[in-house]
C-alpha cells in the first residue's frame, strides 16, 4: 500500500494561534486526500475532501474558514487550524487515493494540544 | 452513504478465529465494503476489500453474500497484537472526486492469552 507521512506528529499551541498540519503522500501519486479528525474514544470524522488543484470540499458543519486546506500537489496537502481554540484539540489524520482507486491509505495523524 | 452496524467490542484469545460482522442494509450499487484496523493514537490500517462473495489476502477474509446487506471480517488466527479497533465502512466512488467513506462506531477487539 501507500506510504502517506504526516508532519508534525504532535505539536501543542497556544489558543489564538494557527498551525499547519502536512500530509504527503511518499510513493504514489495522490489525486485525492481527506482529513479526517478524531476525538478520544470516538470513531473518525471526515472534515474535508480535496482534489489537486482544487478547492476543498468541506462537510457539513466543519468551518471552512477555520480549517484551509491546500491541495498544492499530487505528494502534499496541509491543513491549518486558523486561530486554534481548545475544543479544537484533537486527533487530525489524512488519507489520500489516487485516480481509479476506492482503497484509502491513512497518514499515521498528528495530535494537536491547544491550551 | 450507507450506514453500518457494527457490535461496539469483542473478546477472544490467541489462536482461536474472529469473526466480526458489519451490517449496512442501505448499500449502493457503487459501494464497496472496506475493512481498516487502528492502534490507540494511529492512523487506521487498510486490511481488506470487497464488493461481493469472498475476498482473500495475507492477513484476512471478507465474506460478503448476494444481498450485501451485510459483510464478516475473518481473522484467522489472532494474536495479542490483533488487539484494536475494526471499521467496517461503504464507500463510493465519485468520478473524478472524493471516494468518501463514513465511518461508524467500529469493533474493539480484546485478545488474551
Known amino acids: 500500500g501507500a506510504v502517506v507521512s504526516q508532519h508534525p506528529s504532535w505539536v501543542i499551541c497556544k489558543s489564538g494561534t494557527s498551525v499547519k498540519i502536512e500530509c504527503r503522500s511518499l510513493?504514489?501519486?495522490?489525486?485525492?486526500m481527506f482529513w479526517y479528525r478524531q476525538f478520544p474514544k470516538q470513531s473518525l470524522m471526515l472534515m474535508a475532501t480535496s482534489n489537486e488543484g482544487s478547492k476543498a470540499t468541506y462537510e457539513q458543519g466543519v468551518e471552512k474558514d477555520k480549517f484551509l486546506i491546500n491541495h498544492a500537489s499530487l505528494t502534499l496537502s496541509t491543513l491549518t487550524v486558523t486561530s486554534a481554540h481548545p475544543e479544537d484539540s484533537s486527533f487530525y489524520i489524512c488519507?489520500?487515493?489516487?485516480?481509479?482507486?476506492?482503497?484509502?491509505?491513512f497518514g499515521p495523524g498528528t495530535r494537536l494540544t491547544v491550551t | 452513504l450507507a450506514k453500518t452496524t457494527q457490535p461496539i467490542s469483542m473478546d477472544s484469545y490467541e489462536g482461536q478465529e474472529v469473526n466480526i460482522t458489519c451490517s449496512h442494509n442501505n448499500i449502493a450499487t457503487n459501494d464497496y465494503i472496506t475493512w481498516y484496523q487502528q492502534f490507540p493514537s494511529q492512523g487506521p490500517r487498510f486490511i481488506i476489500q470487497?464488493?461481493?462473495t469472498k475476498v482473500t489476502n495475507e492477513v484476512a477474509s471478507l465474506f460478503i453474500p448476494a444481498d450485501r446487506k451485510s459483510s464478516t471480517l475473518s481473522l484467522p488466527r489472532v494474536s495479542l497484537s490483533d488487539t484494536a479497533v475494526y471499521y467496517c465502512?461503504?464507500?463510493?466512488?465519485?468520478?473524478?472526486?472524493?471516494?468518501?467513506?463514513?465511518f461508524g462506531t467500529g469493533t474493539q477487539l480484546k485478545v488474551e492469552l
Open positions: 488519507s489520500v487515493r489516487t485516480s481509479g482507486s476506492y482503497e484509502q491509505y
Open positions: 510513493d504514489f501519486q495522490a489525486t485525492t
Open positions: 465502512l461503504v464507500g463510493e466512488w465519485v468520478t473524478g472526486g472524493g471516494n468518501k467513506l463514513t
Open positions: 470487497g464488493y461481493k
